[in-house]
């Protein structure tokens, strides 16, 4: 089993620090042996880890600026809110920072949630529906930008009169969807996803929706195990080592291939808790699977 570290605190205080910490984590992570570092796609602090006032960067920049600073580790959202770009420039910006972190670059895709910050910043928040629609759209016209066709796309929320892409990703980008809802979301993972990442609160939840996902790929005909699967667990392995390590264990039993540990904010020390996960955490999962 592998380890990623999915990084939401950025410290409040010095501003000058920000970019310093930032970097420590994703190289320390690196070195420490977790194989993908990721970041939220917000504008705001999320509520419920700490004041939407709270320093939160922007995420592509912040991918971009830890391509430079990294050399083999996956860098990623988790995950894009489908309403913050429009797609064609979405899958510039994938395709950009894939060439320059040299084909370390994932797509992680979502319908978005976090309204306060769509209405503070004036970002449509069309309905749950239209969402998942334009989620849906979104996912073709990344794979059509990717591919040789650079012709003209029509859907119900988007018309793009090309979809010329260049220079095209160095690896096309492994398609992340996050969630677990069960009519819609884990249908688009198995349309569309490499890798799926499954916030469920509970071993008998994650279970349940493997369950649903794989009967979802046996009605399109997909073989499940084509999906990478990942999960986050939320307990501090730095506190609670065992309980940690028991989670993860249950989940390498039901298939999981990668679980998300978080300094939750306000943390800290959050490079000394990601060196924590190098000594303690990731050789024990690496036997683990």
Known sequence: MELGVHFIDFL????????PTLAAAARTAEQAGATMF????HFFQMEGMGRAE?????GYTSLGFLAGQTTTIELTMLVTGVTYRYPGVLAKTVSTLDVLSQGRSLLGLGAAWYEREHLALG????????????????????????????GPYEGRHYRLAETICAPRPIRRPPILIGGGGEKKTLRLVARYADVWNC??????????KIGVLDRHCADIGRDPAEIRRTAPISSDPST?????????????KLGIDLVNAFPAPPHPDPVGFISHLGDEVIPRLRDLG
Do not use: K, V
């Open 240 to 252: 609670d080592l065992d309980g940690f390590l028991r989670t993860a264990e249950q989940y390498a």
């Open 199 to 208: 916030t469920a609160a509970s071993p008998e939840e994650l279970a349940h």
């Open 38 to 41: 990721t970041l939220a796609d």
């Open 54 to 58: 709270d320093p939160f960067l922007e």
């Open 12 to 19: 409040p205080g010095d501003t000058r620090q920000l970019g």
């Open 123 to 150: 970002i449509p928040y069309p309905s749950l529906r239209d969402r998942f629609e334009m989620l849906e759209e979104t996912l073709q016209i990344c794979a059509q930008m990717w591919s040789d066709n650079d």
